[in-house]
């Protein structure tokens, strides 16, 4: 080997030990974000959702929902409510969480220790001035079968005060799964006012909670500042979506997955025309997409109005463009490999981006325009 490529190969090899010792972080690419835990001892933490005054609720899939002073670190821990009857395995347990006024809105899987008698719920509860929550209380929003793993469960509450609820399909298989069933309620996006009534235009009849049809396992909504909905869900080894929900819309799931590949229950099923394609697929492989927001506020500059996704497999953060048409496009891909597994995105009070991660000794991480 000439001298100068083997003081050049020497000097490589420096150079990756000189990182090892000091942090292998030194030769990731730089990322445009300010990051900082603002919690952390939690235990896996699904949702995060504030009041008005700017109090921070966040939910741990073992059942309790921890209301904290504000978002700041290390902020006062004002309240910590249990929910009873909480079925915490895998993709089940206390997942979503929205906040509207006093009222505070949380989807669950619920029963025995017997899985067939497992129920996703709709549940609210009243948030008082001293941070304490009242008995959480079950919605009268329909029968929705509970398991261990495809339950979705994410809450929000729209510019009109409606409560959307994502649902999965339980992962059940052919012949029960309900995912392109109308009448029944996994595999779908509904919505429902405060006290569980029907608003009569969700799409599929005026006494029919269901906004759409043909869902997976949707762990993520989001409202965009023209109104529009989109839902990000996890895809079987190939095509986790991000759908823009319409009223009526069917998305495929079990038909179909992405633009047209065959699903995994393709029995009955129509042509692939018959069916919504996503905005955007991941694929193969897939990323484990769970959490989605969309970026508020003049802060984030050119990025205001994108979209963000966290992934759990991938261990990061997407940035997302949307066109006039509908169409998402993936821009780039930040805090990669950061904070490991990344679960619920959500905009706070202040404009800053707000991130639960799944790891097991789990933290709240707020993340600014560096």
Same mark, same amino acid.
């Given at each position: ?10 000097? +490589? ?23 900082? /835990?603002?919690? @952390?001892? *939690? ?8 009041? @008005? ?44 969480? %929205?906040?509207?006024?006093? !009222? ?8 025995? +220790?017997?899985?067939? &008698?497992?129920?996703?719920?709709? $549940? ?9 929550? &009242? ?21 929000? /509450? ?9 649902? =999965? ?30 608003? %009569? ?9 269901? /906004? &759409? ?17 989109? !839902? ?28 047209? +590949? ?20 991941? =694929? ?17 500059? @050119? ?8 992934? $759990? ?8 463009? *949307? ?10 891909? $930040?805090?990669?490999?950061?904070? =490991?597994? *990344?679960? +619920? ?7 800053? $981006? ?17």
């Amino acid at each position: 080997m000439p001298r100068r490529r083997w003081i050049a190969a020497i000097a +490589a090899v420096l150079l990756v030990a000189a990182a090892g010792a000091a942090g292998w972080w030194l030769l990731r690419p730089f990322d445009p974000l300010r990051t900082t /835990v603002v919690q @952390d001892g *939690l235990e896996h933490p699904w949702d995060i959702a504030f009041a @008005d005054d700017g109090r921070m609720l966040v939910t741990e899939r073992i059942g309790r929902v921890r209301v904290y002073a504000s978002p700041e670190a290390d902020a006062e821990l004002l309240h910590t409510a249990a929910i009873p009857d909480v079925q915490a395995e895998l993709e089940s347990g206390l997942m979503g969480i %929205a906040v509207d006024g006093d !009222a505070v809105f949380v989807c669950a899987t619920r029963g025995t +220790a017997d899985p067939a &008698s497992w129920q996703v719920q709709l $549940l609210r509860a009243t948030l008082a001035s001293d941070g304490s929550l &009242s008995p959480f209380e079950a919605l009268p929003v329909g029968a929705i079968r509970g398991a261990p793993r495809h339950q979705g469960c994410a809450v929000e /509450v729209d510019a009109a005060g409606d409560i959307w609820l994502s649902v =999965g399909d339980a992962n059940l298989p052919a012949g029960e799964n309900g995912a392109q069933d109308p009448d029944m309620l996994n595999g779908k996006i509904l919505r429902v006012h405060p006290d569980g009534s029907v608003p %009569a235009d969700n799409g599929f009849g005026p006494q029919s909670p269901v /906004v &759409s049809l043909g869902h997976r396992n949707p762990q993520g909504l989001a409202f965009g500042p023209d109104g529009r909905v989109v !839902a990000v869900e996890h895809g079987t080894d190939e095509n986790d979506e991000i759908n823009r929900i319409e009223p009526g819309g069917n998305y495929g799931y079990p038909c179909f997955t992405g633009a047209g +590949a065959v699903g995994p229950i393709p029995d009955g099923c129509g042509p692939a025309a018959d069916y919504r394609a996503p905005a955007w697929a991941s =694929g193969a492989p897939t990323l484990a997409t769970s959490g989605v927001a969309f970026l508020a506020g003049s802060a984030w500059g @050119d990025w205001e109005g994108d979209l963000v996704v966290t992934t $759990l497999k991938d261990e990061d953060l997407r940035r997302f463009t *949307l066109a006039d048409d509908g169409s998402i496009a993936e821009v780039e891909t $930040l805090l990669d490999e950061r904070f =490991g597994r *990344l679960r +619920a995105a959500v905009i706070g009070p202040d404009g800053a $981006l707000y991130l639960s991660t799944a790891n097991g000794d789990d933290r709240i991480i707020r993340v600014e325009p560096g």
